[in-house]
């Protein structure tokens, strides 16, 4: 499915709002209907003591990734909160970039429910090419709720 550019702006306009995501260095990287992709770049303030990325960057970079995921197949109207998630670290995140991706796997009226995955890749992002090989560092399932923003 091609970029819908009115989809991407909605979420553009949203994730430049989100402080955090500034904070951490994340950049939207891509936008589809039911997929959203966050990169997040290796950086020495995120990382914890053993020089890992920290696991709470991964979780709100990935966090965000699948309430994008849900934003792009929430009503017109609607925002959407984290309602709850579960997230398996499975390996340090050690590597040069991190791509953070959210997919609606189930999205209703209320209620949107997301995986996610984030891949570590060891070449910074400028000279990553598609066959760039990347690992698992961390899965989620994330609940998302549609909320009605009031006008003005």
């Known amino acids: 499915m091609s970029p819908d550019p009115v989809l991407h702006q909605r979420i553009a306009d949203s994730f430049s709002a989100q402080s955090l995501m500034t904070t951490l260095g994340a950049r939207l990287?891509?936008?589809?209907?039911?997929?959203?992709?966050?990169?997040?770049?290796?950086?020495?303030?995120?990382?914890?003591?053993?020089?890992?990325?920290?696991?709470g960057a991964?979780?709100?970079?990935?966090?965000?990734?699948?309430?994008?995921?849900?934003?792009?197949?929430?009503?017109?109207?609607?925002?959407?909160?984290?309602?709850e998630f579960k997230i398996n670290l499975v390996r340090p995140a050690i590597g040069a970039h991190f791509v953070a991706i959210g997919r609606v796997q189930h999205a209703g009226q209320r209620l949107t429910v997301c995986s996610g995955e984030v891949l570590a890749c060891a070449?910074?992002?400028?000279?990553?090419?598609?066959?760039?090989?990347?690992?698992?560092?961390?899965l989620m399932q994330a609940t998302v709720v549609h909320v009605t923003v009031p006008p003005g």
Not at 64 to 81: D, I, Q
């Open 29 to 55: 990287q891509s936008v589809r209907e039911g997929e959203v992709r966050i990169v997040l770049p290796w950086a020495a303030h995120l990382s914890q003591q053993q020089g890992f990325v920290h696991a």
């Open 58 to 83: 991964i979780s709100s970079v990935l966090d965000s990734a699948c309430g994008y995921a849900a934003l792009t197949r929430a009503p017109a109207g609607c925002e959407v909160v984290t309602a």
């Open 123 to 138: 070449v910074a992002l400028d000279e990553a090419t598609a066959q760039s090989p990347m690992k698992v560092v961390a």
